[in-house]
């Protein structure tokens, strides 16, 4: 067992506080480059990932979400969208899926990024990137260098959340 895959998973935090120096858009292509070989239900790949780099429209785009505060001073901010079309049962999954492969990406990159929760303002969203209706954005990164190195949070033990054959019965160890 590789230890090193393990080593991103485990220390990726969520980044809520950027130093005031730029991003490179190529890192950010990078990554989602990788967020590209993510799985998806047929290999339908129904993400879309739209870049915003304008300062005003980032400020614009904090306003219209609730718990938006660390796009303030990102440098960058990505809006990953899925397509309902292209998989109608499971872009939410697959979209999801691709936004978690360009996190990882991102911190693997030395990046800071936080998720930044979009499912309250679908229309709103939809309308200030001009994406058709049949998109539903996902998720929106705010990136940057990293300005603060959060501890990891306590996580509930296996015994809490693995269950054996059925649910309720006890994993023993």
């Known amino acids: 067992m590789s230890e090193q895959c393990f080593e991103p998973l485990l220390k990726r935090r969520s980044i809520r506080v950027f130093k005031d120096e730029e991003v490179p858009l190529d890192l950010v292509l990078k990554a989602i480059d990788v967020a590209r070989y993510a799985p998806s239900a047929g290999n339908k790949q129904p993400w879309r990932f739209i870049v915003i780099r304008d300062r005003s429209r980032i400020e614009a785009l904090a306003k219209i979400l609730k718990y938006s505060r660390p796009l303030l ?3 960058t901010a990505v809006l990953v969208l899925a397509n309902k079309d292209e998989s109608p049962v499971s872009y939410m ?3 999801s899926l691709a ?3 360009f996190w990882i990406a991102l911190h693997c990159a030395g990046l800071g990024a936080v998720w930044i929760q979009t499912l309250r303002n679908v229309e709103e969203i939809l309308g200030f990137v001009g994406a058709p209706s049949n998109y ?7 990136i ?3 300005g603060e190195q959060p501890v990891a949070k306590e996580r509930k033990h296996l015994s809490e959340i693995v269950f ?3 649910f309720g019965e006890a994993l023993k160890q």
């Open 144 to 146: 940057g260098w990293p």
């Open 136 to 142: 539903v954005p996902i998720g929106l990164f705010a």
């Open 73 to 75: 001073n990102a440098k």
């Open 93 to 95: 999954v697959d979209a």
């Open 164 to 166: 054996l054959e059925r």
């Open 99 to 101: 936004a978690m492969y």
